[in-house]
């Protein structure tokens, strides 16, 4: 019976499993000095350990995968984690860091918790027949002073200067065409003769003058250039274009994508000008055609149709609803085109910031800077996710990759773990007993199979990844005592392991009394003290 229990106990001893996969994962991750460059190629991460502009160095993350890596150099194990420059029209990447327990350090928190807690042992109309024709015979009394050469030159010059200032009205005006005619064909030469009110005429035409800049932006093609071109396009269509070119550069050209950041910022540039020069036109044309409209009538005959019937002042009021339900809501949208594009530039102008800068690496933008102190005894994990983009800025489906970076403080070669585990023994406890007030030696237990804590130091070998060197040292409470097995061995990969050593029991024995001497109960119990004896153990753990 006692060989059957011996066979079952071995047999369980066997099956135990072996080092975890996450030792050895850890014992072979890369090392690296002081910093980890990552770039992101659309569909893979990849990373290499130290700066250069060969990308044949990078080396790829499968997707979704883990990388680890351990940390070592002399300015407190400080890292700095590295993203190469990406397109973000394109794709989005994300960074997070966490914490974790660093397995070297809680193997042996572990192992300490469980030392026996009783030591007491341990975005048009033609300009055609609407020129006016100005001449001496308008002006009143116009007989006096045609025979008087000074005053007629002076006039003369006058209706030079008015009919300069009538050709330069916009003509082709869709908004104002019949306003502008109207306005043209019932001028008062004779008032506008006196300098005072030419001069308020001259500021009224200089206002009308606007309404070019204000269609043009609202309706027509606005001017720009585009690779040194100039070209004239709707402002929807130079912002689509911009935009376009921006989401086409490639993502992993820096300078390349500058490049086209700064031509789209001077396309931005031509249309925010135009919207400036629009909007202040559109406010002061509004302005002078409602508190202005008494002092345009003054220039007018005063019996004239369009004043004597208000037919000029009635076709004000109507243009001005007209420009608020045409004009202005089209700016608007206009504006709001161009918004959105200054907006975009300034956000891409932002992000390349981070990837230029003359303390650091340019093209690449430092998301972590963090230290792993002797002191320190946690993991960091570095978790990086990268979603594709359309056009319309919305997430392309399955185009995740996240990655995972997890770095710790480099042990060497050295990883340290916790295992639980059974081991054979022939260590037996001695007992003692009285036979007629004689001591007696009586059955001594055997502990033979005893389950225990180990705390293992495993060995990455310096060539090859088949046998690695292990030492442990364990605890149990046995029987009666504490029991510490301390071994060396081996362990063929992750698979296999076999460790022996000696092992350290706490036996009672007899003190001054010995075998045969005569005592009592009391007497027996007070001579046993605690003597630190040798044996021997052996442990197997089998990985199905």
């Known amino acids: 019976m006692k060989s059957i229990s011996t066979v079952v106990l071995l047999f369980f001893t066997l099956t135990l499993c072996g080092q975890e996969t996450a030792i050895f994962d850890k014992l072979h991750s890369t090392r690296i000095d002081n910093a980890v460059f990552v770039r992101?190629?659309?569909?893979?991460?990849?990373?290499?350990?130290?700066?250069?502009?060969?990308?044949?160095?990078?080396?790829?993350?499968?997707?979704?995968?883990?990388?680890?890596?351990?940390?070592?150099?002399?300015?407190?194990?400080?890292?700095?984690?590295?993203?190469?420059?990406?397109?973000?029209?394109?794709?989005?990447?994300?960074?997070?860091?966490?914490?974790?327990?660093?397995?070297?350090?809680?193997?042996?928190?572990?192992?300490?918790?469980?030392?026996?807690?009783?030591?007491?042992?341990?975005?048009?109309?033609?300009?055609?027949?609407?020129?006016?024709?100005?001449?001496?015979?308008?002006?009143?009394?116009?007989?006096?002073?045609?025979?008087?050469?000074?005053?007629?030159?002076?006039?003369?010059?006058?209706?030079?200067?008015?009919?300069?200032e009538l050709d330069s009205t916009p003509n082709t005006s869709a908004l104002?065409?019949?306003?502008?005619?109207?306005?043209?064909?019932?001028?008062?030469?004779?008032?506008?003769?006196?300098?005072?009110?030419?001069?308020?005429?001259?500021?009224?035409?200089?206002?009308?003058?606007?309404?070019?800049?204000?269609?043009?932006?609202?309706?027509?093609?606005?001017?720009?250039?585009?690779?040194?071109?100039?070209?004239?396009?709707?402002?929807?269509?130079?912002v689509s274009a911009a935009f376009e070119k921006l989401y086409k550069a490639k993502s992993d050209d820096f300078e390349g994508f500058k490049k086209e950041?700064?031509?789209?910022?001077?396309?931005?540039?031509?249309?925010?000008?135009?919207?400036?020069?629009?909007?202040?036109?559109?406010?002061?044309?509004?302005?002078?055609?409602?508190?202005?409209?008494?002092?345009?009538?003054?220039?007018?005959?005063?019996?004239?149709?369009?004043?004597?019937?208000?037919?000029?002042r009635e076709l004000t009021t109507a243009k001005l609803v007209m420009i608020d339900a045409l004009v202005s809501d089209k700016v608007s949208k206009n504006n709001q085109t161009v918004e959105q594009l200054i907006k975009l530039n300034k956000k891409l102008s932002e992000f390349i910031e981070g990837f230029e800068s003359k303390s650091d690496v340019n093209g690449y933008k430092l998301l972590r800077q963090d230290q792993f102190a002797w002191s320190y005894e946690k993991s960091r994990v570095y978790e990086l996710k990268a979603v594709s983009l359309a056009a319309d800025g919305t997430t392309m489906a399955d185009s995740g990759n996240t990655i995972k970076m997890k770095v710790h403080k480099s042990q060497g070669r050295l990883a340290v773990f916790a295992s639980v585990g059974l081991f054979y023994t022939p260590f037996e406890y001695k007992n003692y007993g009285l036979s007629d007030d004689l001591v007696v030696e009586t059955q001594g237990d055997p502990v033979y199979f005893r389950p225990?804590?180990?705390?293992?130091?495993?060995?990455?070998?310096?060539?090859?990844?088949?046998?690695?060197?292990?030492?442990?040292?364990?605890?149990?409470?046995?029987?009666?005592?504490?029991?510490?097995?301390?071994?060396?061995?081996?362990?063929?990969?992750?698979?296999f392991s076999l460790t022996a050593g000696p092992l350290l029991a706490f036996q009672n024995e007899l003190d001054k009394l010995t075998v045969g001497s005569t005592t009592d109960d009391a007497g027996l119990k007070d001579d046993l003290i605690s003597h630190i004896r040798v044996s021997w153990y052996i442990s197997l753990n089998y990985k199905l």
Do not use: C
């Not at 500021?203 to 001017?223: C, M, P, S």
């Open 40 to 164: 992101y190629d659309g569909k893979l991460f990849h990373y290499k350990k130290k700066f250069s502009d060969n990308d044949a160095s990078f080396i790829e993350i499968s997707k979704n995968g883990t990388k680890e890596f351990q940390i070592s150099n002399d300015d407190s194990n400080n890292l700095k984690l590295y993203l190469a420059f990406y397109n973000p029209l394109q794709y989005t990447i994300t960074s997070a860091a966490t914490e974790i327990d660093d397995s070297n350090y809680t193997a042996i928190t572990t192992f300490m918790n469980q030392l026996p807690k009783d030591m007491s042992f341990m975005t048009s109309i033609t300009d055609s027949e609407d020129k006016v024709a100005l001449s001496l015979s308008q002006v009143k009394n116009y007989d006096s002073v045609k025979t008087k050469a000074s005053e007629r030159k002076l006039i003369e010059e006058r209706i030079k200067e008015v009919e300069k």
């Open 261 to 312: 950041l700064e031509a789209t910022t001077l396309i931005q540039n031509d249309l925010v000008s135009a919207m400036d020069k629009s909007k202040t036109n559109l406010e002061q044309l509004k302005k002078m055609m409602v508190d202005d409209i008494a002092l345009l009538e003054e220039f007018l005959h005063s019996d004239s149709t369009a004043v004597k019937d208000k037919v000029f």
């Open 452 to 495: 225990a804590a180990y705390l293992n130091f495993l060995l990455r070998p310096k060539y090859g990844d088949i046998l690695y060197p292990l030492f442990q040292v364990g605890v149990t409470q046995g029987i009666k005592t504490p029991l510490i097995p301390i071994g060396i061995g081996i362990s063929i990969r992750n698979r």
């Open 176 to 238: 104002l065409y019949d306003w502008i005619k109207m306005f043209k064909a019932s001028i008062d030469l004779n008032k506008l003769i006196d300098p005072l009110y030419f001069d308020a005429f001259k500021k009224r035409i200089k206002i009308l003058q606007g309404i070019t800049a204000i269609e043009t932006y609202a309706f027509k093609n606005v001017g720009t250039t585009i690779n040194r071109i100039s070209v004239n396009k709707p402002i929807n269509t130079l």
